[in-house]
C-alpha cells in the first residue's frame, strides 16, 4: 500500500523560508517520478515541481523558478521542497504525488498516489 505523509508546512513571514518533506511508503522515491502541488482555497490545484525517477531532471512551475528546490534522499526514502522567499501567493496547502516511471510531469491526473497535504501560510 503506497503512503505519501508531507510535512513540514507552517506559518512564515514574507521573505521566510520552509522546507515540506514527503515520506514514502509501499514504494521507492528512487523508482519513481515524486511531484509537489499545491492548492489555494477558491483555486484548482497547481504544479509547483517535480523530479523524475532517477534524479537527473527537474521540473518547476514558472512561478517558483529560483526559489523552490525539489530534492530527495532515497536512504530515507523522502522527497524535500526547499521554498526560499516565499511570498503571501505561496500561501497553500502542498501535496505530494507520485506517477511511477513517467518523466516529471505538471498534469495533476497524470499522478497516481497522493498525500494528504500540509499546510504552508505566509504573512505579509
Known amino acids: 500500500q503506497v503512503q505519501l505523509v508531507e510535512s513540514g508546512g507552517g506559518l512564515v513571514q514574507a521573505g521566510g523560508s520552509l522546507r515540506l518533506s514527503c515520506a514514502a511508503s509501499g514504494l521507492t522515491v528512487s523508482a519513481n517520478t515524486m511531484g509537489w502541488f499545491r492548492q489555494a482555497p477558491g483555486k484548482e490545484r497547481e504544479f509547483v515541481a517535480a523530479?523524475?525517477?532517477?534524479?537527473?531532471?527537474?521540473l518547476y512551475a514558472d512561478s517558483v523558478k529560483g526559489r523552490f528546490t525539489i530534492s530527495r534522499d532515497n536512504a530515507k526514502n523522502t522527497v524535500f521542497l526547499q521554498m526560499n522567499s516565499l511570498n503571501p501567493e505561496d500561501t497553500a496547502v502542498y501535496y505530494c504525488?507520485?506517477?511511477?516511471?513517467?518523466?516529471?510531469?505538471?498534469?495533476?491526473?497524470?499522478?497516481?498516489?497522493w498525500g494528504q497535504g500540509t499546510q504552508v501560510a505566509v504573512s505579509s
Open positions: 523530479i523524475n525517477w532517477s534524479g537527473g531532471s527537474t
Open positions: 504525488a507520485t506517477r511511477g516511471r513517467g518523466s516529471p510531469s505538471g498534469r495533476p491526473h497524470e499522478y497516481a498516489y
